[in-house]
């Protein structure tokens, strides 16, 4: 076998898009080159107030696209920095367009963003982040 042994694998339990959550978002994305997207729709189990999502649920999203952004691009990686932009409150119980999308990347080091937005366009909130690729290491 060449190279490192990944360190992040998936157990399917992740919070955001493992499968076999019963308490997660159980997001799946989409790939193209460099960008991820999804859908998602927050019940009321997930909001802050009576009608808006929870500001952690959107971060969750935001940071969730960011990482498969990586991925799409051929590199697991984690968050270093993550900065986020609230735009307006997204309500509970409609459809939020979620997309990451890869910047740049220098060294291990990759630049992504993601937004959080309506179907018809309107933008709740966006997010740039600065992530670290796998490199096999664990320490």
């Not at 909130?125 to 096999?136: I, K, N």
């Amino acid at each position: 076998m060449s190279g490192p042994t990944p360190v992040l694998s998936d157990d399917r339990r992740c919070f955001a898009c493992g499968p076999e959550n019963p308490h997660g978002l159980r997001l799946s994305f989409d790939y193209g080159d460099g960008v991820a997207n999804s859908t998602f729709v927050a019940g009321s189990g997930f909001g802050g107030w009576t009608t808006i999502v929870h500001g952690g649920i959107i971060v969750t999203l935001l940071d969730e696209a960011m990482a498969h952004a990586a991925i799409a691009s051929g590199t697991r990686a984690v968050t270093a920095r993550l900065e986020v932009r609230f735009r307006k409150a997204a309500p509970v119980g409609v459809p939020l367009h979620i997309e990451g999308r890869l910047e740049g990347r220098r060294g291990r080091l990759l630049t992504l963003t993601a937004t959080v937005s309506a179907v018809d366009g309107t933008l709740y909130a966006q997010g740039r982040g600065r992530f670290v690729a796998d490199d096999g290491s664990s320490g």
